[in-house]
């Protein structure tokens, strides 16, 4: 009995400790972990216009694209689209739905949110048909994946972040796509 006390304390003294020095790290203003991405694959879609739902969003029809990475290779089909949401800072969020075909005839689907902080000269480049780069805005989405291949199902398993390559006002956009490990 006298041992189990010993027990109880001593794990109560290391969560204590533990709880210390987490504070200790977050008061500190630093990190208490890290994140590192391994590249999935690369994904263009092509864009229709955008259909103006009301001032604040916006519907885009993707109709076609493809993905490409290491271990991946497919083509986007329909029904795929972003409904995209104009919050008034002019920040716009994505909500984007997709149906990937791998080249071996698997079906993936793949869904995200994500934010694109655009200033107003990037709003009038893309009015003028310009294409904008990674390195103009802020551009990032959150893709998961759901599918029932044995083959793929390893992205079932994956929480994924996108950077924006290239975009083009009913055109295209093109994400480099990175597993968060």
Known sequence: MK????????????SITAFFLTASALQAGGPTTSVQTEFLMTLYATLE?????????VAVNVPTGWVEGPNIKG??????????????SGVFRLDVRATIQTDDGEIIFVSYNGVWRRSKENVEQLSKGQTLKSDDCYF????????????YGWLNEVQAVGKMVEIKRGDHVTYDIFAVK
Do not use: N, Y
């Open 3 to 14: 041992s189990s006390l010993r027990l109880g304390f001593s794990v109560t003294l290391s």
């Open 49 to 57: 216009p955008a259909q103006v739902v009301d001032g604040t969003m």
């Open 75 to 88: 083509k986007i089909l329909p029904p795929s689209g972003d409904w995209g949401h104009i919050l008034p």
């Open 140 to 151: 990032f989405s959150a893709p998961t994946f759901e599918t029932k291949s044995q083959k």
